[in-house]
């Protein structure tokens, strides 16, 4: 039988090669007990899917959030090609429990509802033998109302490596993805399961469960194979990176083959939720070796405790946080505090004080927020927990930046909740705004070293620093227009939150960015009128409009205060400590690389950046 799986990327220039094949290949052939004989198609793992011309007798979609839309058009063109074709579907944006399902998975005939390697080799091995293809962890679209039943995980510590096993296909294509002048990632798992149920979460149907590890000699011989072909990302799977002792002699080999094949390749993962030491070290043993490519994500999801027991959240305590904070800020490793906008029990006002917590813990160079996505099989898109808690949600399109090939990023279709029992649509517009109007104004940077400092050396608080920005007219100005975008699509048809400025399309805060730009002067003339800085004032302002960018005229300064000493030393306090001096009264120099008069193209370049890539990116970081 000749069998053809599907699992396209999420980037046009950035593909992963496609693991989920080599998973079902090497299980198959080196692992599964009976004897299957399986023609494998090359398959498909591009941006762009294309069926080949060769005919096949089973399609294997795998669905992602950003890859289910073409894995159900691919299957609907597989069927018209050729009605025989049988479509097999699974991953974890296939809503099994939704009856419904068999609607948009209009061509599907059977879902996988669990781990994958065995039912796939069950199925295969069913229909080679003419047996009934209705077998444990399957449902067929001709008995759609079969009950689910638990099927046993995998004991992965005996599985052959797909790495091993298919290494010479894995060479040629990950060649072939290199050769195009493509970005080659890599996906690499040492464990499965969560024992964590958080309810805006499902990693690959395994949270709630037991962890399970792979062989561990496997594992290192897998990185000494992979890490040959130069891969520029290699993305660990696991749900919580760091929780065993041994996972850093993981990051030691991967250090020790970068250096070994003269090739510095981006290692990222998630971290462990309550057990940092392991974190800290693979952290820094990365950052050492220039292999933790940008800011690495600190998950808060919100600061609120009702909120956390609400999404299952409370059971992963900030304290531990805070220690993993505390000890990465002092190596010298960036961080990003984040957050999960539209968790149930939320309201403004608690929304604000999460948004300003994350100041107080000293993320000042980012903070990145979440949309809350309604996957089909977290705990939180079940019909029991939306009742509880009346959530509402609309279906639309997303990214973190706007779509398109240059920009490498596709918007994708999916579900985000926008009312709930504690907060309505417009309360929910609100929470978006002061989300936009902080990284503009804080992390982008043009007011955080005024913020920073009406807090240290003024005792004024964030929350009333940034109140009196919000409040200024020409302000609030600006974020009607970001209001009328969030309002049209949250109550109307636009599929996405992005905004128009001038020929560009941008992010809310982008745009609230070059528009505040357009009237600096302006804010910080009333801003001076509504926070005291004393003495300081001509200084503090001059400081501010000479590092951040902006389109005022930019030449070498003095100042009568070192302002650059003192930051430097403010951005390196622990969370929630004060700076106990005031700057030095001392003629201080400031002189740029060069006397830069941004232009506004210039300036929306200098803001176009990935996520995670974000910290100083609007920052003038010589007179840091």
Known sequence: MKILVSNPCLHPYSIYPPYLWARFKTYIECDYDKDVDVEWLEPIYDHFPKLPDEEFDILVISCYVWNYEKQIELARLAKKNNPNVFVFAGGPQVPYNDIKVWEDYDSVDAICYTEGEKVFADFLYAWQNGNSLDIDGVILRTNKEKPKVNVPKLALDNLASPYLHCKDDMERICKEIKDKGHRLNLIWETNRGCPYSCTFCDWGMATNSKVKRFNEHSLFEEIKVFMKWKPDLVFIADANWGMYNDDVEFIKALVEERYKNNYVSTVVFSAAKNKKTIVNKSLELLHKAGMNGGANQLGFQHLDPEVLKIIKRDNIKTTKSLEELTETYNSGIDVIGVLILGNP????????????????????????VHDFMLLPNAPAAQPDYIEEYKIGWVEKYYNEKPGGEKNNRTLYKTRFITESFSFTRDDWVEMQIWSYFLQACHTLGLFRFLSMFAYHARDVKYEEFYEAVFSITVVQEILDEVREVLREYVFKEKQDKFINYGNSTLTNDNFIYMKMVENLEEIYDILETKIEFGEYTDDIFKFQKGVSYNSLQKEDFVL?????????????????????????????EYKYKKLPKLSKTEIVKALDRAPNYRHRIALHGELL
């Open 345 to 368: 029990g939320d309201t403004i006002e608690k929304w604000k004080h999460s948004l300003f917590q994350l100041l107080y813990m000293q993320f000042h160079d980012d903070i990145k």
């Open 560 to 588: 009568q205060y070192d302002f650059k000493g003192w930051f430097n030393k403010t951005l390196k306090l622990e969370p929630f400590k004060k700076i106990n001096s005031l700057p030095e009264r001392t003629s201080t």
